[in-house]
């Protein structure tokens, strides 16, 4: 199934662009769909955070390491 594409007018920073094109060595829109990834991949790296300290795992490491032969 085709993802749903919504089309935007944006005004940007002509040289926000620019630099961020350089970067990518690639157009706007797949400049812009890669920032807006990078932001989404922030958030949930923020969120994974948050839970640092309140997951406790018990995991036996050389049990988990032996192979089924």
Same mark, same amino acid.
Do not use: F, W
């Given at each position: ?22 970067? &990518? ?38 049990? &988990? ?5």
């Amino acid at each position: 199934m085709a993802e749903a594409v919504k089309r935007v007018t944006v005004n940007l920073p002509a040289k926000l662009l620019s630099d961020a094109q350089g970067v &990518s060595k690639t157009g706007i829109t797949e400049t812009l769909v890669e920032g807006l990834e990078l932001l989404a991949r922030r958030q949930a790296a923020q969120q994974a955070l948050r839970l640092k300290g309140k997951l406790h795992l018990r995991i036996d490491l050389d049990k &988990s390491r032996e192979r089924r032969r």
